[in-house]
């Protein structure tokens, strides 16, 4: 199948080196392809090599760019730090201050009008270039440490030392004599009345004396029964899930837009999301959200789409929007919550990237979490439909994607959803998930595309 990645990145450490010493560079191939999942071949392209400190949005260290040709198979292979400089050393990176990303960028004809691909983190491969620096490390010796104390006049004999032993104590208590060990000597006898033998002050006892408890807990209040007794968390929690239960049987597990648009909601760990897509051709306030989209197809087979394409995609997949549409005028945010309420109904918010990831791990990972919350079965994914279980009840739906030049893509293959982080000026971070895998990705790209919205509650 088509992949909407325009650039497939293959870091590649270089091996059979002779010296002792790494070189400065590594290997790069990629495989080239157009906004149509075409490979791009036998072609001059620009590529611009970016290496950032410490996020996917941290500090650009170095950057060079590099012209290639593609062969006939759309590959490039080219030398990471062998190309023209245009800003930093590389040979100046110290790879043991943290961690390091690789930010790809791509003129398809040749220039340096260069489009991000993409942003991956930099794992094992330039990292021989820090085991350079262990040359000059501590041998282990105590001679050859500086600026050490002198110890020549310090005492070191030894046969004065404490052995360890009890007996070689002196002024030690005489511990053989037991008859009086009841006795406290200075102050009393401790069988006399007057000393707590065995406790018996109850809770009362206790609140008459202070009724506060500071900072400590009552616990194990495990099963109350009367009007007055105190409950503990678990205990509640107990009550929490069965009206949870009753909630989703009577249909109170729900939500209502400006609109009267009504949305299933499903608790997933300490989240709870939208089951649908966003429907939403309004803010909260009232205003028209411009820049939502419907997937343009000829459903009736007619040809043509009309009126009625649109209510039946909307009905099913919602409205794809873009960045603006879904902000609102809001700030990129990467906070969690995100506290961009954008499009989503009052008490609801677009997720943020760290959202979707709290999701993928309470999930057990970006590696099964497609799966997890993907709809089951082939009414409206495609076969294989790969891992699907949906046991979160979150339904993903194969919505599809919009290009800002009104081409649409992989509806009933790849299911798309907008996060309020954005990746640079002009790209922000979305969650694609596939009909043939169970994972999911979390990409970046142009903000002009529209996507599915899902809110998530404050």
């Given at each position: ?79 990471i730090g062998n190309g023209t400089t245009i800003s930093g050393t590389f040979s100046d990176i110290d ?364």
């Open positions: 199948m088509k992949r909407l990645l325009l650039l497939i990145l293959v870091l590649v450490l270089t091996t059979g080196i002779t010296s002792a010493q790494s070189p400065d560079m590594f290997n790069y191939q990629a495989v080239a392809r157009d906004d149509q999942g075409n490979v791009i071949a036998n072609q001059s392209i620009g590529i611009k090599i970016s290496i950032l400190q410490g996020s996917a949005n941290g500090t650009v260290v170095y950057e060079e760019e590099h012209t290639q040709t593609t062969n006939e198979q759309g590959l490039i292979s080219l030398m790879w043991s201050t943290g961690s390091f990303y690789l930010e790809v960028a791509m003129d398809e004809t040749g220039g340096t009008s260069y489009s991000t691909m993409g942003t991956t983190q930099l794992v094992s491969v330039p990292y021989a270039k820090y085991a350079d620096s262990t040359g000059s490390a501590f041998s282990g010796e105590y001679g050859d440490l500086s600026n050490t104390p002198d110890f020549t006049d310090w005492d070191q004999d030894v046969t004065d030392d404490f052995s360890g032993s009890y007996s070689d104590l002196m002024n030690t208590p005489d511990l053989s004599d037991t008859t009086n060990w009841n006795q406290a000597y200075d102050w009393g006898n401790h069988a006399d009345s007057g000393y707590i033998k065995q406790e018996k002050q109850g809770l009362s006892d206790v609140i008459a004396n202070n009724n506060s408890a500071g900072d400590n807990r009552i616990q194990n209040v495990a099963d109350p029964n009367s009007d007055k007794d105190a409950a503990n968390k678990a205990y509640v929690d107990k009550l929490l899930r069965r009206i949870r239960i009753l909630e989703r049987m009577s249909g109170i597990d729900t939500i209502q837009d400006s609109e009267g648009n009504v949305y299933r909601t499903v608790e997933i760990g300490n989240q709870t999301w939208m089951a649908e897509n966003l429907k939403a051709t309004t803010y909260s306030d009232g205003s028209e959200i411009t820049g939502r989209y419907w997937y343009e197809f000829d459903i009736n087979g007619d040809g043509q789409t009309n009126s009625e394409d649109s209510t039946i995609y909307v009905d099913t997949y919602g409205f794809l929007y873009d960045w603006s549409a879904a902000m609102n005028g809001a700030s990129s945010s990467n906070s969690n919550p995100s506290g961009v309420q954008g499009a989503c109904p009052d008490g609801w918010h677009i997720p943020s990237r760290d959202e979707w990831l709290e999701l993928a791990n309470t999930l057990g990972g970006t590696s099964v979490a497609g799966g997890k919350i993907k709809e089951t079965g082939y009414e409206h994914w495609e076969s294989p439909n790969t891992g699907a279980t949906n046991e979160t009840g979150f339904t993903a739906l194969p919505n599809g994607v919009r290009f800002p030049t009104g081409f649409h893509y992989q509806l009933h293959t790849m299911s798309f959803f907008k996060s309020s982080t954005e990746a640079s000026s002009s790209d922000a971070y979305y969650i694609r998930i596939e009909h043939d895998e169970e994972r999911w990705s979390v990409l970046s790209n142009d903000k002009d595309r529209a996507h599915g919205i899902r809110c998530v509650k404050d």
